[in-house]
């Protein structure tokens, strides 16, 4: 009797253990049609991505690199209207540059990358908001009048005592 008693035990917890595995199956297949739609509903083929340290000493040491990536197939971007459009975002407060030097590529190849660097010293943002402290930051670029594309935020930190070691 104990014998049969332990084989419906191993029965119930086998048929658990099976419902789990399909549970688990089903939850990724799903994640996985999701991501998928998600990247084939993409109507840009521009893809930013912001690069910078954590900490400075001051603001004019904040440098920030952007990453473009052009991820579609067949467009050739212009690599100069990118630049042109830039504008950066900091502490939430839009700032567009006066005039740039761009010594790049002209196009911008589908399924390649570049990376451009750039200090805040070329933005207008006023030194009161440059003050020690937490910060954020962003960047956006207009392809076209309705495709505008801005990165995730960043944040960075003005002042020798939020930088690594500092006592």
Partial sequence: MPELWTL?????LMKVFVTILL????LSITRAAQATNAVQTSSSPLELVLNCDVSFDTAADVKVDIIYRNIGLTNYLDSM????????IWDGKDYEKHGFAYAGPMKLCPLQSMTVGFHLSGYPIPSAALTPGR?????????????????????????KEHRAGAK
């Fill in 135 to 159: 910060h954020s930051v962003a960047v956006k670029v207009t392809l076209s009048e309705s495709n505008t594309l801005t990165t995730d935020t960043l944040t960075v930190f003005i002042g």
């Fill in 23 to 26: 549970l688990a199956a089903v």
């Fill in 81 to 88: 209207a990118l630049e042109a459009s830039r504008t950066v």
């Fill in 8 to 12: 419906g035990i191993a029965d119930t």
